[in-house]
């Protein structure tokens, strides 16, 4: 019975298992060449903030204005396009696709955001 659990926990591996050791002699383990980049509050916080910023996009831009944030930023999971391919596609000028992408507007239509 015993070498029967011994055969079964052997298969058994563990993420702090050294698999290699580098030229200075450290042994590298699993756990060191899995990637954990990402952390679950950032990924949280990201989401929060885009969907703010969808409805803010939605209730404050006018159609011509979400249409041109959406085709120079890629949003909604559209490929971005640079200011001279979205004035060339909405035949307006380049500095005007800049002065929306940017949220150059005038003082009395002025729109404040806080986070």
């Given at each position: 019975?015993?070498?029967?659990?011994?055969k079964?926990a052997?298969?058994?591996?563990?993420?702090?298992?050294?698999?290699?050791?580098?030229?200075?002699?450290?042994?590298?383990?699993?756990?060191?060449t899995?990637?954990?980049?990402?952390?679950?509050?950032?990924?949280?916080?990201?989401?929060?903030?885009?969907?703010k910023?969808?409805?803010?996009?939605?209730?404050?831009?006018?159609?011509?204005?979400?249409?041109?944030?959406?085709?120079?930023?890629?949003?909604?999971?559209?490929?971005?396009?640079?200011?001279?391919?979205?004035?060339?596609?909405?035949?307006?000028?380049?500095?005007?696709?800049?002065?929306i992408?940017?949220?150059?507007?005038?003082?009395?239509?002025?729109?404040?955001?806080?986070?």
């Amino acid at each position: 019975m015993h070498f029967r659990n011994q055969k079964k926990a052997s298969q058994d591996v563990f993420i702090s298992d050294p698999i290699e050791t580098d030229k200075e002699g450290n042994s590298l383990t699993i756990q060191d060449t899995m990637s954990d980049d990402d952390n679950i509050f950032d990924c949280i916080d990201l989401r929060l903030k885009s969907e703010k910023m969808y409805s803010y996009i939605n209730q404050y831009l006018t159609e011509r204005e979400r249409k041109i944030l959406i085709m120079r930023y890629g949003l909604f999971c559209s490929k971005p396009l640079t200011q001279r391919e979205v004035a060339k596609t909405l035949k307006i000028s380049r500095s005007y696709v800049s002065r929306i992408a940017y949220c150059k507007r005038t003082p009395k239509n002025r729109i404040t955001i806080s986070y």
